[in-house]
């Protein structure tokens, strides 16, 4: 199959493929014919620079481009204008991409709320500001987003460790729920119990992401099996119950967490102040 003007490669490798691999290989055809004045951005830079994604990403690799003042679509790519605009870049294998701070405000800009959010924990927790990320925002001259891109830049937080977290988080804001505390740790007379993804204290209740992974993963269970890991996921979750502190558990997964899904009925079923008329995951 075609994945740029005048490069191919095999349909059976690039389907089965994952799709940040799919989304790297339609990069690196695209640039390899395209002007050097092109800055890989948005979505690509988000695999340039190994941010976390979920779902599929764009069939078009995504370039910022500072020598035009309109946008251009073409068969395997997107230019996004910047004449103007100082656009801060890195070097990936050759490649220039946008910096951190540039692809999160980017996406921020343009991708929806989800995607936006676990874009800006991540680049947070790599180290960036929320102060640069606010000044960068501010050096946008169109104002379509901005407010919300904004709003989004305040709630992100950095402490959030998997895009998972990173939604559970977006949509405890969204339905008004207390700021919780993050990895919040449990300790009894100084020994460990267990760290926590969700902490409200005002309600006692603990809130965790449960993405799956750790069962299903090799990399991520070790030498335990996945009934291992359920027996020990089991007597986590026991030990953190019987805290005298904690009035309420609740567990939440991908399907909760997306649009639609039953995160809010989750928070109230655990005791958390959730409005009667909001029982699922409000849209992005």
């Known amino acids: 199959m075609r994945v740029g003007y005048g490069v191919t490669t095999s349909a059976a490798a690039f389907r089965d493929a994952s799709e940040v691999t799919r989304h790297r290989a339609r990069i690196d055809a695209v640039v390899s014919r395209s002007k050097s004045s092109l800055i890989v951005s948005h979505e690509s830079a988000v695999v340039m620079l190994g941010l976390p994604w979920f779902g599929p990403l764009p069939e078009r690799v995504l370039f910022t481009d500072p020598g035009r003042d309109r946008a251009q679509r073409l068969r395997f790519s997107d230019k996004v204008p910047a004449r103007g605009r100082h656009v801060s870049t890195v070097a990936i294998d050759g490649i220039e991409t946008t910096d951190l701070v540039e692809t999160a405000v980017d996406v921020a800009l343009r991708a929806d709320r989800g995607h936006a959010i676990v874009v800006l924990d991540a680049v ?11 000044v960068e925002l501010s050096r946008r001259t ?91 996921e089991k007597l986590r979750e026991d030990a953190v119950r019987s805290l005298p502190e904690v009035r309420g558990f609740g567990r939440v997964t991908w399907r909760d967490v997306l649009p639609g899904g039953a995160a809010p009925t989750v928070f109230a079923h655990a005791g958390l102040p959730v409005s009667r008329v909001v029982r699922t995951t409000p849209p992005w």
Do not use: M
């Not at 339905?175 to 460990?192: C, D, I, K, N």
């Open 124 to 134: 947070l927790r790599r180290g960036a500001s929320r102060e640069l990320l606010l």
């Open 142 to 232: 169109h104002r379509r987003g901005v407010a919300r891109a904004r709003r989004l830049i305040e709630i992100a937080d950095g402490s959030n460790e998997s895009p998972g977290e990173s939604l559970t988080h977006l949509v405890a804001h969204d339905v008004g729920l207390p700021a919780p505390v993050l990895q919040h740790e449990f300790r009894v007379v100084g020994r460990f119990v267990a760290r926590v993804d969700f902490w409200f204290p005002e309600q006692g209740v603990v809130i965790e992401f449960d993405g799956l992974a750790k069962y299903r993963d090799r990399t991520l269970r070790g030498t335990r099996t996945p009934e291992d890991v359920v027996v020990d």
